[in-house]
């Protein structure tokens, strides 16, 4: 394994546990030549998703881009990069488990969609308005309205539940 930091290939596995994920170790490594620690994760390769997209080009999955979007969402909110990297785990997950070989992308933005209703509001409004195109303003109080209202659902739900509860 080639040093991040020197570029020395004299590396030397220091500790092995099993990843986040299936099928998955983590290598805490270090470096020979620059005593320099770095991680490695070593994952099974796997037969390939094929993503259709909209215009019907078909690309492989990009874990990389499902994160990179889901980052960009999520900047300056109080979310940490493991839940973000647990979030596009369980998306790649889903998507491995349909056994499905080619998957529509409009599949994998409404999973990134619901994952990130999930986890705070401002990231998944931010995700919504760029996959979902918004041309104006009014398309953002659409979406808005309906986060509004499930959420009042939803507290009136609690009240009532609360009151029975009583």
Do not use: H, W
Request: hydrophobic share 35%.
């Amino acid at each position: 394994m080639k040093c991040p930091f020197c570029g020395k290939l004299n590396t030397r596995v220091v500790d092995s546990r099993p990843g986040k994920i299936e099928f998955e170790v983590r290598r805490r490594r270090e470096c020979q030549a620059c005593t320099q620690r770095f991680t490695t994760y070593e994952r099974v390769e796997q037969i390939p998703i094929i993503i259709v997209k909209k215009d019907n080009r078909r690309e492989e999955f990009n874990r990389e881009k499902v994160l990179t979007g889901i980052k960009k969402a999520c900047e300056k909110r109080a979310i940490s990069i493991n839940q973000i990297e647990e979030t596009v785990d369980t998306i790649e997950r889903d998507l491995r488990e349909t056994n499905d070989r080619e998957i529509p992308s409009n599949i994998v933005g409404e999973k990134i969609i619901d994952a990130l209703k999930q986890i705070d509001d401002v990231a998944y409004v931010r995700f919504a308005s760029v996959y979902r195109e918004f041309k104006d303003v009014d398309d953002f109080i659409q979406e808005l309205k309906g986060l509004i209202s499930k959420e009042d659902k939803s507290a009136e739900f609690n009240a009532i539940s609360d009151k029975a509860d009583d």
